[in-house]
T-cell receptor, first 111, second 116 residues
Framework: GENVEQHPSTLSVQEGDSAVIKCTYS??????FPWYKQELGKRPQLIID?????GEKKDQRIAVTLNKTAKHFSLHITETQPEDSAVYFC??????????FGQGTRLTINP | GAVVSQHPSWVICKSGTSVKIECRSL??????MFWYRQFPKQSLMLMAT?????????EQGVEKDKFLINHASLTLSTLTVTSAHPEDSSFYIC????????????FGPGTRLTVL
């Protein structure tokens, strides 16, 4: 089955700097790669997603890149703000099948 | 947008009792619902996938007789934790999707279960 590895587990950056979180997946049949932000005790919130027919997608300060050949995808957050502090999860799935989550990255933005 | 609710938001129960958690899609028909468990500072682990009107598919290592899932309608799925023990204490989150080929899952707010 699918296996998703996420790095780093913790990330601390200065406010205004960029943050990058990376994930690799094992199943070449996976074609949907969402990223979630989760605050303590809350539900995961979808912040951006990408499908396998696209190499990059951007939404304001957030971007995701996908390398299908290498089977890895990354989340890029630019101009970080204190409210970006949270735990971020990547995930992978095939079609409407189950999501397999990465281990999570605790992002801390230092003012 | 697509809204998923869960009830209760938190529950405390005694060891040996059963607890039922409801997951509802409020403004769309959820052909598939997923149940996740999340321990503190860990990732979401899928417990089972349920499709309306059929038996749930459980992930390896999840006891189907302990975690009973019913997906009786296109808007409601329930998870019953039977004979709960302290090690079942966790954050249980459901999600729902609208059909095949539609990838996005919409998450409920979660249920914090504490078993004393």
């Amino acid at each position: 089955g699918e296996n998703v590895e996420q790095h780093p587990s913790t990330l601390s950056v200065q406010e205004g700097d960029s943050a990058v979180i990376k994930c690799t997946y094992s199943d070449s049949a996976s074609n949907y790669f969402p990223w979630y932000k989760q605050e303590l005790g809350k539900r995961p919130q979808l912040i951006i997603d990408i499908r396998s027919n696209v190499g990059e997608k951007k939404d304001q300060r957030i971007a995701v890149t996908l390398n299908k050949t290498a089977k890895h995808f990354s989340l890029h957050i630019t101009e970080t703000q204190p409210e970006d502090s949270a735990v971020y999860f990547c995930a992978a799935s095939q079609g409407a099948q189950k999501l397999v989550f990465g281990q999570g990255t605790r992002l801390t933005i230092n003012p | 947008g697509a809204v998923v609710s869960q009830h209760p938001s938190w529950v405390i129960c005694k060891s040996g009792t059963s607890v039922k958690i409801e997951c509802r899609s409020l403004d769309f028909q959820a052909t598939t619902m997923f149940w996740y468990r999340q321990f503190p500072k860990q990732s979401l682990m899928l417990m089972a996938t349920s499709n309306e009107g059929s038996k749930a598919t459980y992930e390896q290592g999840v006891e189907k007789d302990k975690f009973l899932i019913n997906h009786a309608s296109l808007t409601l799925s329930t998870l019953t934790v039977t004979s709960a023990h302290p090690e079942d204490s966790s954050f249980y989150i459901c999600s729902a999707s609208g059909g095949s080929g539609y990838n996005e899952q919409f998450f409920g707010p979660g249920t914090r279960l504490t078993v004393l």
